[in-house]
């Protein structure tokens, strides 16, 4: 879970005229995320939150966000955050470069979740090679809680850098119930990810 | 006890108000009155909060509850304050980044992990700690929520909407951080600690603790000192205006850093007392957590920052580790001069220890970084020193 | 900070709405077909978090023990009696220690996070999510494993209660009355409670309800019952039977 949910109440409460609703995705119908070549059939059905985390991604919750929650990055570019600074004077997120590895991505993503959500428990538990998008990819396992709750948060994460961009997707639970029951709903959704030429 | 606990304060409060003005404002150190119980309303709500706060604390992820560590502390706390007062301390390490210890009026003190690297050695620890201490003595906590409360009036009246928060599932441990080091007082949507009065007040108590202490009073301009330097590296490395120089700002209530310096190094100098600065002891007492921390502290992405505190960490002397941890920082940060840079911090680590597999993971993964092929040997020694590593099945896939 | 930043933008912006509207509104939820064996059921009571206190001109919580005690002793007094009356049992909840301990923490954040997203995607109206948005749904969870919190206890049932007063001042309730005049709604005072029930043989969530405008005073006994009352208000089974029973 993310500041999605912050960000999406602060948005609605300033009932901004541009922001969507919630939508809903069908299952068994192949859909592009955030606004990229990516393209995702999911398995069941989910929901689209209105409120996006950063200019190239998007989430998507079954129960809402604080109890499972896949978020896609679709194409970030070199030199741009994974998600909306949270401060950018005192507290600015690290950026993607054009460089990285792939083993570079777990602690882009680990610095970024420390810092947007302020917390030092955060732990990338394993990390593995894997395919993603036809691609050479990294997978990683990660725990962390959120300052203001108690809760054990445990999540995944595939990536790959394509064309020097980088595409993620990665799924957040409470690591009580479910993450357990909700791990396959999200590798259902990796498994049939594909990008557009 | 009750009464003559507020008369001890007072008079205290009385000596350093009035001794402000004069040549040599330190005052003689009380004899400490014993624990207090709380008076009033407001008092008692105070309490409870953080009582209830506490109970789920002391089970919090965040936490670190290793118990020589905290015995260790706990030690300096004594040799700092004195017997008496270090008894009435209930004392918490907590694993975040910033600089910073705060205690609650209950006895409650939180350190920070962010403080404890910092802090050089016991010395400049025990000069934070002890100014902590000298708010809980002067019972700032409480009149600082009073204070809050008249000002949020003010505010209110003014137009401003000072609406609370109000949260859902009800106090969790993390929250006591929060509250204890922002505000220490219950209040959510609060603003800040103390004035700057009292924040004078309590470093003048802190001189006089020192001065009965065993430690050399220069450690709390030295801490403070470092604590200005540290903040330009960050604000250099940002490309922002440092704050050294600037007046108090409205919103500011720590009197100028910088001027706090200056008054505590004049104070220090008059004092004119030989002390030690347990560093020694320091060193080896952190040596099995610094790598945590300086992990921790290479995540926040502040890089002038905390190379700047490497380098004070480790002086004249660069040991393999910390050498290895200044590597890691600057192939994070990862421009092409970083990587160069840090290629030849992994050469010096693994010509002093050969054993050192993660310089040469490191190594490795810079030079490739570079489309330097020699990258994929290093990563083969790293493999043959550590086949069992945790990554390494991704690292063989960066070497096919 | 950050989430201080973002809370008083929420709350301010909640005021600038109005505090009436469906937000302040009461809601509750049943699970579709879930009835409650009248005179049956063993519920176990989770330990309440309650918080009273005075709410500054500023907005400021001022917390107060003596009003937080009474309202402890007063609630769970008041909550024993409904439930009795009502022909169900009512176990407290002991404060486990050791590993047990960890679970009921686990479980009594993860209700938090529930009812959370219950409120913010069921029960708000304009930010619902579309798959629980649709008529006679009510489907949350926390998982069977919930049960190891009311082990050896025989509970069929784990009640999860939470209530937060914030008494105005009368400041607060003067300020009250000029906002009004400039047509800013402020609120003086809140109160807030929300109340669970869990079947422990499924995790699911039979009943939520959520009220952001409490009545009853909870520091004298009889606005305890009031506020139980309210609290429990559309508790599955809640309607007496017309028939002359022993009060």
Redesign the interface.
């Known amino acids: 879970m993310k500041?999605t949910?912050?960000l999406?109440?602060?948005l609605?409460?300033?009932?901004q005229p541009a922001l969507a609703?919630?939508?809903?995705i069908a299952a068994q119908a192949p859909v592009a995320v955030a606004k990229s070549p990516m393209t995702v059939t999911p398995d069941r059905?989910?929901?689209k939150m209105?409120a996006r985390p950063g200019r190239n991604s998007e989430s998507w919750?079954?129960?809402?966000d604080?109890?499972n929650e896949v978020t896609f990055y679709g194409g970030i570019e070199p030199d741009r955050t994974l998600f909306r600074e949270?401060?950018k004077?005192s507290?600015?997120?690290?950026r993607f470069?054009s460089?990285?590895?792939?083993?570079?991505i777990p602690?882009l993503f680990?610095?970024s979740y420390?810092?947007?959500l302020?917390t030092?428990?955060m732990k990338i538990d394993?990390?593995?090679?894997t395919t993603f998008l036809g691609h050479?990819a990294?997978q990683f396992a990660f725990t962390y809680?959120r300052?203001?709750?108690?809760?054990?948060r445990r999540g995944d994460a595939v990536a790959a850098i394509i064309d020097g961009k980088l595409f993620m997707i990665t799924f957040d639970a409470?690591d009580?119930?479910?993450y357990q029951?909700d791990m396959a709903a999200y590798r259902a959704i990796v498994a049939r990810a594909v990008i557009a030429r | 006890m009750r009464g003559g606990g507020w008369r001890q304060v007072a008079a205290v409060v009385a000596l350093l108000t009035s001794q402000a003005a004069q040549a040599e404002p330190i005052p003689t150190l009380p004899p400490y009155s014993g624990a207090y119980q709380p008076q009033g309303v407001d008092e008692r709500g105070l309490w409870m909060l953080v009582d209830e706060n506490e109970r789920s604390f002391r089970d919090s992820t965040v936490v670190i509850n290793d118990a020589p560590l905290k015995a260790y502390i706990q030690q300096i706390m004594c040799r700092m304050v004195g017997a008496a007062r270090c008894q009435t301390v209930r004392l918490y390490i907590v694993r975040d980044t910033s600089f910073n210890a705060s205690m609650a009026p209950n006895g409650m003190m939180i350190v920070h992990t962010g403080l404890l690297l910092r802090a050089r050695d016991e010395g400049e620890l025990a000069a934070v700690l002890g100014h902590e201490f000298a708010h809980f003595e002067l019972r700032h906590t409480l009149l600082g929520f009073q204070q809050g409360r008249k000002a949020g009036d003010i505010a209110a009246w003014a137009g401003v909407a000072g609406a609370a928060a109000w949260t859902y599932g009800g106090r969790n441990a993390y929250d006591t951080v929060r509250m204890a080091r922002s505000v220490q007082n219950a209040a959510i949507g609060s603003t800040y600690a103390h004035t700057r009065n009292q924040e004078r007040q309590a470093d003048l108590l802190s001189m006089a603790y020192l001065r009965a202490s065993a430690y050399d009073p220069h450690c709390f301009p030295d801490v403070w000192d470092r604590l200005l330097d540290k903040a330009d590296a960050t604000a250099h490395g940002r490309r922002q205006r440092s704050k050294r120089y600037d007046r108090a700002g409205f919103s500011d209530n720590h009197p100028t850093e910088l001027e706090r310096t200056t008054t505590l190094r004049r104070l220090a100098m008059a004092m004119n007392k030989p002390g030690e600065d347990g560093k020694a002891r320091y060193d080896m007492a952190l040596a099995g957590w610094r790598a945590q921390w300086i992990d921790d502290e290479i995540k926040r992405n502040d890089f002038e920052g905390t190379d700047y505190i490497l380098r004070q960490i480790a002086g004249p002397d660069w040991t393999p580790d910390l050498l290895f941890a200044r590597a890691e920082l600057y192939r994070t940060r990862g421009h092409p001069h970083d990587l160069a840079a840090a290629v030849g911090f992994y050469r010096d680590v693994v010509a002093r220890d050969p054993t050192h597999a993660e310089a040469y993971r490191g190594l490795g993964l810079a030079q490739l970084r570079s489309h330097d092929a020699a990258g994929a040997e290093a990563l083969r020694t790293y493999l043959t020193m550590k086949p069992a590593a945790e990554d390494a099945a991704m690292i063989s896939m960066l070497i096919q | 900070m950050l989430l201080r930043y973002l809370a008083f933008a929420v709350s301010f912006a909640l005021l600038m709405m109005g505090a009436q509207g469906a937000w302040a509104q009461e809601k509750s939820g049943t699970k579709p077909g879930f009835v409650l064996p009248r005179g049956s059921a063993k519920i176990l009571l989770i330990r309440p978090t309650i918080s009273v206190g005075a709410q500054s001109t500023g907005g400021m919580f001022e917390p107060n023990a003596d009003w937080t005690a009474q309202a402890r002793d007063n609630i769970a007094a008041a909550l024993a009696l409904a439930q009795t009356r009502l022909g169900n049992q009512v176990i407290v909840a002991e404060e486990p220690v050791g590993p047990a301990a960890q679970a009921m923490a686990d479980y009594r954040a993860l209700f938090s996070v529930v009812a959370d997203s219950v409120m913010r995607y069921q029960f708000f109206p304009g930010n619902r999510l579309p798959s629980k948005k649709r008529k006679g749904v009510f489907d949350w969870t926390m998982g069977p494993g919930g049960a190891e919190i009311a082990r050896e206890t025989g509970a069929d049932y784990a009640l999860f209660l939470s209530n937060q007063d914030q008494y105005g001042s009368t400041g607060r309730k003067i300020l009250q009355v000029f906002a009004a005049f400039a047509y800013v709604s402020v609120k003086s005072g809140e109160h807030t409670g929300m109340a669970g029930l869990i079947d422990l043989k499924t995790g699911d969530l039979v009943w939520l309800n959520a009220d952001m405008a409490m009545g009853g005073d909870v520091r004298t006994p009889q606005g305890a019952k009031k506020r139980v009352a309210q609290l429990l208000e559309d508790f599955p089974g809640s309607t007496p039977p017309a028939t002359p029973a022993a009060e």
Request: charged share 20%.
């Open positions: 500041r949910l912050w999406g109440a602060i609605l409460a300033t009932a609703s919630n939508t809903l059905e989910w929901n209105g919750t079954i129960d809402g604080g109890l949270v401060n004077h507290t600015p997120l690290p470069s460089t990285m590895l792939l083993t570079d602690a680990e610095a420390r810092i947007a302020n030092p428990v394993t990390v593995a090679p050479k990294v809680s300052v203001d709750e108690e809760v054990r409470p009580v119930f479910y029951r």
